[in-house]
């Protein structure tokens, strides 16, 4: 009945989505390559510590599930390939990487993208001085480095990486000056109420709000940092209420870790030409997919937070989904198999996702930042291009982000607007009047990242280049 | 005109469908003509070749005989506060073609000569005066043409430029407006349907400015003129020192090399990508970007030190003949076109100035450009 197709699958992102997809494709009998950046498998959150941290950090659940992650990834056929970044693809899916051995191209394949989040950052006045990191940066600094940004840090932002990295700073002996969340405490107070659906989580989320309310720090609900002026022995930082700008508060810290909750990474599957909406609750885009991870383009699956942030318990399940459909969709399980095998999954799925959905608007509590933004701060860093020529830009007619970027270098930079999308979106958006849609994305160009050149060009001759026929006279 | 027609909106003296280089020059001189003036574009305005080219003002790469044209059109770009009202960034610099081999150097000759017979201050140099000019060439060179009249522009700054000048001379532009057809109008003139409009946009006259696009508007005005589309690829590096000064560019034309005042340099030529333009999208063919890549490293060892920073493609439009297509499509002097220039960027504007001059009376030289040269309008095509 089944003439199962089992040509190559390649997995981009080992962290717990991809590389428990990995795993579970081999099992299924496909030849699995699975590709990362690191050095090896763990994504973010499982990321592997370095020996200092293993030192320095005291046990977590972050060092053994990951180290359980590795051990099963290990003793699989996936065939690995680490330090390797794909900076370009071709909408047949052939894979352009950068790896220790220099450029190299993967033939067309089935692709599960599970290339994870990327946090968002939305800017206030002075934020480009030293000592200020995202959130993200600064959980892996300590997770993974065993360092903390500052012996006193302010946490700023919005979701829950808030309260896990001022967990983090306690942890490593440091010292936190205060919590500023952009959300409302009552939005937290009904995801607590939710949190019975997640026992996981919940023991978590206990244990950090125990901690930090025995370390007595303030927490600041509905504010942002509206200023950071550098001094002497670090920062002095302006906290504002949302609601009411003329309230504030000042503190000073050897360092801020300041980000406004995660985005799905979409270059890659923007690039691959896939459908993607946007999501009006998280505040992002994302491909459109099935609950297996399917997307618009056939040989192109994406899965993990890669398809929309709901976390690692949910990662790891759609990691397992998309692995049993695609085994299903070439032939190698009948669609009852895929329902046996993915019954319990996906009950669990819908269970964590409603608490997951709930997150969504606390990470996405600065929406309301970029439309305020004071016209000298800096809102692209890599072209130094502030909101006051962003505003002039708009009222001469840029009505979408890519005519916004040609009209002013915004996110023409090295980081290819991760910094500044949102932020320049937000400020559109708020100035025209038009939908996130209408604003559109920054168009998503090959490289990914910069390429050395030599990288590119190799060893050549003169005569190896094929000059192509003159031009006419 | 009926007092009807008045009352409705999309009226207008001449509507021009193209909003790049060529169609907006067009318009602008229009507008300050006097004429009521729409310009519409099927995306944002400036989006397609004419802002993501690579900003060459050349006399090197132009085709010989329309020099007398990027001469003058440099000198716009040059002093664009004059006309367009604000300084886009032109940069005036010397541009130094290259020659590395003998067939090369045998090119290059030839090509410097139908130049200079051109008008181009175009001479040929030997390598130690070419590294004297330019130090960060690669010394192994045989020979290069030195021209002390190129430069180079951000190209994507043009485009906010114009919208202002734009605004202010009064033309009402429509943009994200793909043109669905263009019929002839009961009682005369154009109806130009635009898909996201009920009412079509109704011109007295018509200006065709849309490049890689005109094959298939040229069509339903009868012309079948095949016209091909290439996709350059462009590459452009994050910021270095100082490498070079001048524009630089191989015997060939298949180079462009530039370093701009923020320190990326950008790699063009015309190296091509695969795309389409009606479905849309394009991609680049790695072993053209190899290759590219390996011909600016060659020409400048030290950009050995770049990384590359982004790669894109933008399309050029090119007649069988690959000379322009300027002038008027139909007896009455209703119906006009002006695209497929070579090097478009350098000439684009005073092209565009040139048949604003014409529809506004003027007689201008544009016999070499005559849109008519390769069909006669089919019968049927015109009328609606």
Known sequence: MFSPDFSPVTVIGGGIAGTTSAIALARHGFPVTLIDEQPAAGGQIFRAPSPYARKTVPPNHEFSGGDALRQKLAASPVNVRFSTRVWGLSPALTLDLIGPDGIDQLPPSTVVVANGATERFLPFQGWTTPRITGLAGASILMRDGGTLPGQTVVVAGSGPLLFSVAHQVLELGGKVAAIVDAGHRSDWLRLGAMLSLDPARLTQATSWMLRLRKAGIPIHHRAHISTAQETETGLLLTVSDMDHPERRHVYAAEATACGYGLKPTTLITRTAGVQHRHDPIGGYLEPVTDVAGRTSHPDLYVTGDAAGIRGMAVARLRGLITAHAIAQDRGGISAQTYETLTRAPLRQLRRLEAVSRRMLPLMNAGSAIPAHLQDETIVCRCERVKAVTLRSAIEAGAEDLNQLKAWTRCGMGPCQGRMCEDSARGLLTAACGNTPEEAGSFTARMPFFPLPLTAVTGTFAYSDIPLPKAAPL | ?384
């Not at chain 2, 574009?41 to 397609?48: G, I, N, S, T, V």
């Not at chain 2, 000019?133 to 180079?152: F, K, M, Q, S, W």
């Not at chain 2, 589309?229 to 000064?245: A, R």
């Not at chain 2, 030529?269 to 970007?289: A, D, K, S, Y």
Request: net charge neutral; hydrophobic share 40%; proline share 6%.
């Open chain 2, 1 to 384: 005109m009926t007092p009807a027609l008045q009352s409705r909106a999309d009226v207008f003296d001449i509507v021009i469908v193209g909003a790049g280089v060529m169609g907006a020059t067009t318009a602008l001189f229009l507008a300050r003509g006097g004429q009521k003036v729409a310009l519409i574009d099927r995306q944002d305005m400036f989006r397609a070749a004419s802002g993501v080219n690579a900003g060459t003002l050349t006399l090197h790469m132009t085709r010989a005989q329309l020099i007398p044209h990027a001469i003058r059109g440099r000198e716009m770009w040059l002093n664009s506060t004059a006309w367009l009202g604000e300084d886009v960034g032109a940069l005036a610099t010397p541009g130094l073609s290259m020659a590395f081999t003998e067939a090369e150097e045998e090119l290059l000759r030839q090509r410097a000569r139908v130049r200079q017979d051109m008008g181009a201050p175009i001479e040929v140099v030997s390598p130690q005066e070419a590294v004297r000019i330019e130090p960060g060439v690669n010394p192994t060179l045989r020979a290069a043409a030195y021209c002390a009249l190129d430069g180079h522009i951000p190209a994507y700054r043009v485009g906010g430029a114009y919208a202002r000048a734009l605004r202010q001379a009064g033309v009402t532009i429509i943009e994200n407006s793909p043109v669905e057809t263009i019929t002839h109008a009961t009682g005369g003139g154009y109806d130009v349907r635009v898909s996201n409009r009920a009412q079509p946009v109704h011109g007295h006259r018509i200006v065709l400015s849309a490049g890689a696009w005109l094959e298939k508007m040229l069509g339903w005005l009868g012309y079948n003129i095949p016209i091909r589309c290439l996709i350059n690829q462009l590459v452009v590096t994050e910021t270095l020192p100082p490498v070079m000064g001048s524009v630089l560019s191989i015997a060939n034309g298949l180079l462009s090399l530039k370093q701009f005042a923020n320190g990326s340099v950008l790699i063009g030529g015309g190296w091509q990508g695969e795309g389409n333009i009606h479905q849309g999208g394009t991609r680049v063919i790695p072993e053209n970007l190899r290759g590219n890549v390996r011909l600016a490293q060659y020409v400048v060892p030290r950009l050995d030190e770049a990384q590359v920073l982004r790669v894109w493609l933008g399309l050029e439009s090119e007649t069988p003949d690959a000379m322009p297509l300027i002038g008027a499509l139909t007896p009455d002097d209703d119906a006009f076109v002006v695209g497929c220039v070579h090097s478009g960027f350098t000439s684009g504007p005073y092209m565009g100035r040139l048949l604003a001059e014409r529809i506004l009376g003027g007689n201008p030289d544009l016999s070499a450009f005559d849109p008519t040269r390769f069909s006669t309008p089919t019968a049927t095509g015109p009328k609606s």
